[in-house]
């Protein structure tokens, strides 16, 4: 079964950093693509960064520059480092595989608040 936990979100004030963290299991981790996605109240959930299991980026261009996606295989997690914070990155975020996320199959996700 697989099981991603997110965790590292809280109340930072505008321009401040957190750095997110996914520990995910019941995945072949190495060989999966990894993504964070953030889903602010009343709007959709969004794509903010994914990594390949190659190792390759790509960005929002909302987080281009600020947010940093990087993995490490041998702890099986994913992590989002977020730096220069604006209130309108207030949002629930999420790490997901592609595979559940199309099946629209989402964790708990880590909420972080932005204050101006």
């Known amino acids: 079964q697989v099981q991603l936990v997110e965790s590292g979100g809280g109340l930072v004030q505008a321009g401040g950093s957190l750095r997110l963290s996914c520990a995910a299991s019941?995945?072949?981790?190495?060989?999966?693509?990894m993504a964070w996605y953030r889903q602010a109240p009343g709007k959709q959930r969004d794509l903010v960064a994914r990594i390949s299991s190659g190792g390759s980026t790509n960005y929002a261009d909302s987080v281009k520059g600020r947010f940093t996606i990087s993995r490490d295989n041998a702890k099986n997690t994913v992590f989002l480092q977020m730096n220069s914070l604006k209130p309108e990155d207030t949002a629930v975020y999420y790490c997901n595989t592609s595979l559940r996320a199309a099946m629209n199959t989402w964790g708990q996700g880590t909420l972080v608040t932005v204050s101006s």
């Open positions: 019941g995945i072949i981790f190495s060989n999966t693509a």
